[in-house]
Nanobody, 119 residues
Framework: QVQLVESGGGLVQAGGSLRLSCAASGRTGSISRMGWFRQVPGKEREFVAGIRWSGGRTYYTDSVKGRFTISSDNAKNMVYLQMNSLKPEDTAVYYC????????????WGQGTQVTVSS
């Protein structure tokens, strides 16, 4: 089992920045990838960014490219999401996810952290 705990959410004005953190514990040695997703009420959870644990290759949804950066500190079992130039449409609950496999749906999920961007 892998446990994930997010932190760093909050309220920020449009154009501002936030940094989300996700701490992984448990069977972290077998993690292959981690990612960030977001969800607003009434909509499906949306992929935001992902990172491969080995090699650090990153992936982003088009709407956040150039504004968000995912990074990891494997020694500390941490993954981060630096969010710059935030827009009101970025408002959502952000979830950290992890999996032992490189493909398919993520298996482990955090509890989520609220990000609210005011206009």
């Amino acid at each position: 089992q892998v446990q994930l705990v997010e932190s760093g959410g909050g309220l920020v004005q449009a154009g501002g920045s936030l940094r989300l953190s996700c701490a992984a514990s448990g069977r972290t040695g077998s993690i292959s990838r981690m990612g960030w997703f977001r969800q607003v009420p009434g909509k499906e959870r949306e992929f935001v960014a992902g990172i491969r644990w080995s090699g650090g290759r990153t992936y982003y949804t088009d709407s956040v490219k150039g504004r968000f950066t995912i990074s990891s500190d494997n020694a500390k079992n941490m993954v981060y999401l630096q969010m710059n130039s935030l827009k009101p449409e970025d408002t959502a609950v952000y979830y950290c996810a992890a999996d032992h496999d490189l493909y398919g749906e993520y298996y482990y999920w955090g509890q989520g952290t609220q990000v609210t961007v005011s206009s």
